[in-house]
């Protein structure tokens, strides 16, 4: 059973910075799909960082410049790096798991989800 769980959430004046970790158990970390998403209040779960099982990163352009996701294999744990935090960016952010074939930006491609973890930027 693939368990997965968010930490580093917390509170930053805009401008900050904060970085989320996610550790995976329960499957072969490298052969699958890992994202970020946060939940925008009244709209979809949206992704702001995916990463598929050949390193290949996308971000959409609300974040772009920003937001880093990286992860470290022989640890099965997954990071979010936020640099220049906007207020806008508070939500809780969520870490999600796929298969590697389907890799994509839609909530309704991932399976697996931690519990999220509360980000909030204050002006």
């Known amino acids: 059973q693939v368990h997965l769980v968010e930490s580093g959430g917390g509170s930053v004046q805009a401008g900050g910075s904060l970085r989320l970790s996610c550790v995976a158990s329960?499957?072969?970390?490298?052969?699958?799909?890992m994202a970020w998403f946060r939940q925008v209040p009244g709209k979809e779960r949206e992704a702001v960082a995916t990463i598929d099982r050949d390193g290949r990163i996308n971000y959409p352009e609300s974040v772009k410049g920003r937001f880093a996701i990286s992860r470290d294999i022989a640890k099965n744990t997954l990071y979010l790096q936020m640099d220049s935090l906007k207020p806008e960016d508070t939500n809780v952010y969520y870490c999600a798991a796929a298969p590697y074939y389907r890799c994509s930006n839609r909530r309704d491609d991932f399976p697996d989800w931690g519990q999220g973890t509360q980000v909030t930027v204050s002006s």
């Open positions: 329960g499957y072969n970390f490298y052969w699958n799909c």
